[in-house]
């Protein structure tokens, strides 16, 4: 399929790096070296990927030069950077197909600008009239339609975000979290997604939906699913993205309808599972940024669901 290569994965430390290693390092074939960087060293990735490597934070002055001396010694071919530190500083410096001089495995542009804002992404969905639940800035909220979230306009995770069940508790956030805002709280009687969504260069559109569980704020069960509507509508946000790359959709059904509360546009914390499902957003966004064929998309019929387990590392 193609020559071997050398590849960098930075935030090799965190869950969804430690993923990525796993499913290069199950392709010895393709990979002569999988080498991982994270901004310190006590991490479990020493175990998965080849060799790992400390970098500084992606705001420091010091970070470009070490980036640089990385892909120098270790004559790397291929980036990709999975923190999402890294990847919202990539978005502000405008950085599109390219890590230094190298070929770069992340979204388009203009996904990592509305993703990474979840204001922009509420305004994109209204300005293609898509439904979405209701978003404003938390200075702006005078409603008595409690509860309501709040959340970390830039945040990701559950830590950035809480439930406001009355006006006097809204007060008190609004001084806590000045610069947060609210959001619809939908139910949950249809069910929430977490799909994932490719789109190659030539405008190949590929994608899964899995039902979820949360966990501790995580994908801790899912299963695969069939919905011809949320893949129609998959779809529409794919072209209208323009998308290139694998970005993360999450949504609930409300009456049969699919309201999209996030964008995340970078590889989701489920990319292991997903690869297992035959669904391969990470080695596909490799061909493609390679300029190589894509591999055929192919259900793997005997896995339908996944659960969020554990390892343990010993030194």
Request: a neutral charge; charged letters at 25%; one cysteine or more.
């Amino acid at each position: 399929m193609m020559n071997k290569i050398k590849i960098l994965v930075t935030g090799c430390g965190g869950d969804i790096g430690q993923s990525i290693g796993k499913i290069l390092k199950s392709k010895p074939d393709i990979f002569n070296l999988v080498l991982g960087a994270d901004i310190h060293e006590d991490h479990a990735g020493k175990f998965i990927f080849d060799n790992c490597k400390v970098l500084p934070r992606a705001d420091s002055n010091q970070y470009r030069d070490a980036v640089q001396e990385l892909i120098s010694k270790y004559k790397i071919d291929l980036v990709i950077p999975v923190s999402e530190p890294e990847l919202r500083n990539m978005t502000k410096k405008y950085y599109e197909n390219d890590f230094y001089g190298k070929p770069t495995v992340m979204a388009n542009l203009v996904s990592r600008e509305i993703g990474f804002d979840k204001k922009a992404t509420a305004d994109f969905l209204f300005s293609h009239q898509l439904p979405f639940p209701k978003t404003e800035h938390i200075s702006e909220y005078s409603q008595s339609n409690y509860p309501v979230l709040i959340k970390s306009r830039d945040g990701s995770g559950s830590k950035s975000i809480h439930v406001v069940n009355n006006s006097d508790e809204m007060k008190l956030y609004k001084k806590i979290y000045p610069d947060f805002i609210t959001q619809q709280l939908l139910r949950d009687d249809g069910g929430e997604f977490t799909c994932g969504l490719f789109r190659s260069a030539s405008g190949d559109i590929r994608d899964i939906i899995l039902k979820r569980k949360l966990m501790g704020g995580f994908s801790g069960f899912g299963i695969r699913e069939e919905h011809p509507l949320i893949s129609k509508f998959l779809h529409q946000i794919a072209v209208l993205l323009d998308l290139n790359g694998s970005i993360n959709v999450q949504l609930r059904l409300v009456n049969d309808v699919p309201y999209v509360f996030e964008i995340n546009p970078r590889f989701s914390s489920t990319v292991l599972f997903r690869h297992l499902m035959g669904y391969e957003d990470l080695m596909w966004s490799i061909q493609d940024k390679l300029n190589l064929p894509l591999d055929s998309y192919t259900v793997n019929q005997n896995i339908t669901k996944f659960y969020k387990g554990f390892n343990e590392y010993v030194d």
